[in-house]
């Protein structure tokens, strides 16, 4: 009984030793700010940029059709005059279509004409970019004659709320 005793009181000591349990010696007052400087972060922002470039040029000849057209007539009456009873229109369409290749080929033989058109590629590059982010405020207040600087968040006014602890000195 006496070692549950004993417990109880030591317990019962060491919670009226705890902070919450004593009287506070802590209280607020006011400070007059002197000076407020914001703070920013800078922040990196990558950025890829892309352009078109003019690299060359490409050659483009021009394609005549005239050459076919005249050949595969030329060949298909060619082919109507050799050929005799049911094979007559198969000779007028091989004329015709051996007509169309040779004309064709001569036609598209002769000088050449070319034309030419700009040739594009795509051109990329990695831009740093930068801005700028304000994170709070340095402040510098004064209170009964000293000054003090902190780190707020928000812009402050003309005073800040300070908190103040007493406690005994006992280096006497």
């Given amino acids: 009984m006496n070692r549950t005793l004993i417990a109880c009181m030591a317990a019962g000591s060491l919670f009226a030793a705890t902070p919450s349990a004593q009287a506070s010696n802590r209280y607020t007052d006011y400070a007059h700010v002197i000076a407020s400087e914001p703070v ?10 892309c352009w078109n470039e003019q ?8 394609r005549s059709y005239a050459g076919a057209i005249i050949g595969g ?5 060619l082919g109507n005059q050799v050929g005799k009873g049911s ?3 198969i000779a007028t369409a091989i ?14 033989d002769g000088p050449i004409r070319h034309a030419s058109r700009p040739v594009y590629a795509e051109r990329c590059r990695t831009v740093e970019r930068s801005s ?8 510098t207040y004064r209170y009964h004659g000293r000054d003090y600087t902190t780190f707020m968040r928000y812009p402050p ?9 007493v406690e005994p000195d006992y280096d006497d």
């Avoid at 920013?40 to 940029?49: D, F, I, K």
């Avoid at 004329?95 to 598209?108: Q, Y």
């Avoid at 700028?132 to 402040?139: F, W």
């Fill in 157 to 165: 006014s003309d005073r800040v709320r300070v908190s103040i602890d």
């Fill in 40 to 49: 920013y972060e800078y922040v990196g922002n990558p950025q890829r940029e």
């Fill in 87 to 89: 094979g007559r229109s």
């Fill in 95 to 108: 004329g015709a279509a051996t007509g169309a290749i040779v004309g064709d080929g001569i036609g598209n």
């Fill in 55 to 62: 690299v060359g040029q490409e050659a483009v000849r021009d």
């Fill in 73 to 77: 007539i030329a060949g298909g009456i």
């Fill in 132 to 139: 700028r982010r304000l994170t709070g405020y340095d402040v």
